[in-house]
């Protein structure tokens, strides 16, 4: 090798990106990626919600007692309470099947197989004479413990257990909201209250600042944090793969050499790098417009509130979400994990000499993506103070997470700034190995170096 040759030069670097990026939109696979892509996040969204709601319906109805299917003929409902209960009183979209048919009877109110027994010959304590054995009794009152709702059946009844414990927790579940709407206490609040009481343990008080402090908590944060994750692992696997392929087949055509000509080893490897920047670019832009389009046609076609969808489809919400300022933190630190990976794949590309091997690497680039990806989940999923401050220093953990820790408020500017600066250093040492590599390894057709030799290169 001339001595006198700059490998690091970038002469040519312009003429490889047009080139690779020709090439990729060229390539039937690569058009076919991006088509599916743009149609995924186009109708992911409402797909999405459709599902959701299907969900939905089906864990409602699982608790909604269905008498017939069930076995029970009729419902008897006895309140010995001072509260006044019937199902006519629960908002119907929440009993659907339970409100729609209401009947006045002599001894109260029927509603479907429910009776609601305000005064009756059938009295509660004659049960044993008319309680028929498809007939059960749901008996709310009071004892000393507080209120009480029991399931009662015939003996030699036909009724099964788990069908009367089920229709007994609906009328539990409806009562406990009559009730509580008799004090005046609002849907949310009975939501609260619902929720109980949790305990977060012992924290230190720096560590419980911290956590109040955070701009997004909750589940809203883990979808961010999944949303930006999935954005670099994308780019990263439809990238790579492209960028090891393409340096293997150029090895193996030969083509290579005559490019060394013109184009420095450097512009020839930052050139793919850079191509294939733009054409993932290109989908991500393409792909924030399908999921505009899709959020256009959930709001104005399936008429569903902005509160009911956010959070489905492919969440770009994240870019616009904290302003100009972050917009720019989350723009740089993807671009930063897309040339680190990037060029982790150009280095183990050089080395490749036949399909096997381009399996090979791009398995252990996605080793590295994988094992970042999985850490953000975790983190994500923890969110814990002493974690996040850690991992944020921690490649390739801090390419997923560390700048949505910082917008969210989980690490400081200073902290993220120095995840910064050690993502630069990386980059610029993997460069500078990629560079020696690729002139080194790029014209040898022996076996694959392992990555000793890789290194070694490194020390010419």
Same mark, same amino acid.
């Given at each position: 090798m001339n001595k006198r040759e700059n490998i690091y030069s970038l002469q040519g670097v312009g003429k490889v990106f047009k080139f690779t990026l020709v090439q990729t939109f060229k390539n039937k696979a690569?058009?076919?990626?991006?088509?599916? #892509?743009?149609?995924?996040?186009?109708? @992911? /969204?409402?797909?999405?919600?459709?599902?959701?709601?299907?969900?939905?319906?089906?864990?409602?109805?699982? #608790?909604?007692?269905?008498?017939?299917? @069930? /076995?029970?003929?009729?419902?008897?409902?006895?309140?010995?309470t001072p509260t006044e209960f019937s199902l006519s009183e629960i908002n119907k979209e929440e009993n659907e099947g339970l409100t729609a048919d209401i009947t006045k009877t002599d001894d109260g109110i029927k509603i479907g197989n429910v009776h609601f027994i305000e005064d009756s010959d059938k009295a509660f304590s004659n049960r044993n004479e008319w309680l028929g054995e498809e007939d059960a009794i749901i008996y709310i009152h009071t004892v000393d413990e507080g209120i009480e709702v029991s399931g009662i059946r015939a003996d030699g009844s036909k009724i099964d257990t788990g069908d009367l414990d089920d229709v007994t927790a609906i009328i539990k579940e409806n009562y406990e909201k009559s009730r509580l709407r008799d004090v005046d206490i609002s849907n949310s609040d009975i939501i609260k209250i619902s929720a109980g009481v949790h305990t977060d343990g012992v924290v230190k008080e720096a560590d419980y600042v911290a956590e109040q402090s955070k701009t997004i908590t909750g589940q809203k944060y883990y979808t961010y944090i999944l949303g930006f994750s999935v954005i670099v692992m994308m780019i990263v696997s439809l990238s790579n793969s492209f960028i090891i392929s393409s340096v293997t087949e150029?090895?193996?055509?030969?083509?290579?050499?005559?490019?060394?000509?013109?184009?420095?080893?450097m512009a020839l490897v930052m050139g793919k790098i850079f191509g294939m920047m733009a054409y993932v670019l290109s989908i991500l832009i393409c792909g924030f417009i399908g999921s505009k389009l899709s959020d256009l046609v959930l709001r104005n076609v399936m008429k569903v509130s902005e509160e009911n969808y956010a959070g489905t489809g492919f969440d770009f919400s994240i870019f616009k979400q904290f302003g100009p300022s972050g917009f720019i933190i989350l723009l740089f630190a993807l671009i930063m994990g897309y040339l680190t990976f990037g060029i982790l794949g150009g280095i183990f590309g050089s080395a490749c000499n036949s399909t096997e091997d381009i399996q090979n690497a791009t398995g252990s680039t996605m080793i590295f993506v994988m094992t970042g990806y999985m850490g953000a989940m975790f983190m994500g999923m923890m969110d814990k103070n002493v974690l996040n401050q850690v991992m944020a220093f921690v490649p390739p953990f801090s390419y997923f997470s560390a700048p949505v820790m910082y917008v969210t408020g989980r690490i400081e500017l200073w902290q993220m700034l120095v995840s910064f600066v050690i993502q630069i250093i990386i980059v610029v040492v993997l460069t500078r190995l990629c560079a020696k590599t690729y002139r080194n390894l790029i014209l040898s057709d022996s076996s694959t170096p392992k990555l000793a030799a890789i290194f070694k290169t490194a020390k010419m």
């Open positions: 690569y058009i076919l990626s991006f088509v599916l #892509f743009v149609l995924v996040m186009t109708f @992911m /969204g409402p797909l999405q919600y459709i599902m959701s709601k299907n969900g939905e319906n089906t864990a409602k109805k699982a #608790f909604e007692a269905d008498y017939e299917n @069930m /076995g029970i003929k009729n419902v008897y409902v006895y309140n010995d150029e090895k193996q055509s030969k083509l290579v050499e005559s490019l060394l000509v013109s184009v420095r080893p």
